[in-house]
């Protein structure tokens, strides 16, 4: 969380609206690029529906560049929450909606989103991480953790009465999480660099 | 169709809520856990919407919490269903001549083994008491109310052992650490009684403190738990990480 501090972010979200309302199609692949794989994120979290997502992507991207090529954006440093903000309303236009028209495929944008595959974290199977989660139950030391990680995700039960529950504090807590995780993220990207390797013959 | 974008006061209102989600306030705060569950206020989703769009980092951190919530239920499916499975296989197994006779002879292999492991046993122990001494990992947690809780209560024993204690080095990373050992004495002033300088995390990101028990008696005891950063000019004074506590009985 440290890559893009506030200050770096809004300085080049201000420098990709200014190239971009000078023409610069080179600066308009680039904020695809930069921004696709969060929008995609929070598009599939929303839709629920991987193909939806899509095809909201492709919107979200279609309605900012001609936002931004027409009237450039009253404060270019905040992009990312106007990106945000057009993405949300159309999934709250889609709950609305029975027959939507769909935006045509606009090829020359599809061309530019990048192919969501070579994401590790969708990349790697749900089988491997399923055996990664077991084998990380398995190597918590207390059962106590371990009954945590399962009362919060599994039986989502709220913080407050697995801790009371529990007798540990919040603190403990937050860190079993945060650690459950790292461990998870750590094995799922050197499955992920393993499955690249290919045996040339 | 849609709601109206009024795009300076959909950003202005998510722009104080932006400010300060750094790292440290995401972790402490949930915010991943509670984005995933859909349980933020709408001013801390936007602000963390915005945020987790330009960070590939925060974005990594998002994608393995959901994976680890999919494999949670997964693993606790295939565990359920192990158990139902297995349950009505069991009985007639254990009912039936053939297990009967198959468990007898194990019995009678396994007693054989086990005399023989005994007396190795009791052969290695006398070579290595007079070198090694036991070894007791404790992960050391925090828990709610004052020191000394009972969660963290270490018995000393008759013979010497070392105690390991399991410590939590924090979300922040340090270039290393340093763990203090005081003994709470209600009448004066705490006493720095053990100390270990240039700590590494280890197996699971966790701080390894060995204390022999010669130097711990029945009491109240606390660790204080210290970061430092190379880069740090030499005058910078070691961080204030965490606090432990824990009592040792006889």
Redesign the interface.
Known sequence: MNDATHSEERQAANDLVSRMQNGDQAAEAEMIERYSRGLRFLLRRKTRDPHLAEDFLQETWAIVLVKIREKGLDNPGRLAGYLCGIANNLTLGEQRRVNRQRTTVNSEIVALIPDGSSNPFRHVSRAEVCTQVHKLLDDLKTERDREILTRFYVREEDKESICSGLGVDSVHFNRVLYRARQRLKSVIKAADRRSQFRVVS | ???F?D??G??NR??RA??KM??KY???N?L??RY??DTLSIEER?AF????????????????????????????A?ENAHVTEKTPKVGPLFRSPQYAVAASFLLLISLGVSSSLLQENARLSEMDSAWAVPTE?I?L????GVAG?E?NTLSLGDAPKRFVM?L?P??ESYSHYRATVYRLDPANEPAMLWQVEQMLPGY??MLALGVPSSVLSPGDFEIQLEGWQDEWPADHGFESL?TKTFRIKK
């Open positions: 169709m849609y709601r974008i795009e300076n959909l950003l998510s722009l932006s400010n750094d790292k995401i972790n402490e949930l991943i856990e995933l569950e936007e919407e915005e945020r987790f769009l330009s960070s590939a980092e925060l974005l990594d951190e998002l994608e393995a919490a959901e994976r680890l919530e999919q494999g949670l239920h997964d693993v606790t295939l990992i992960p947690v925090s828990v709610r809780s969660l399991m939590d924090g979300f699971e990101d965490d």
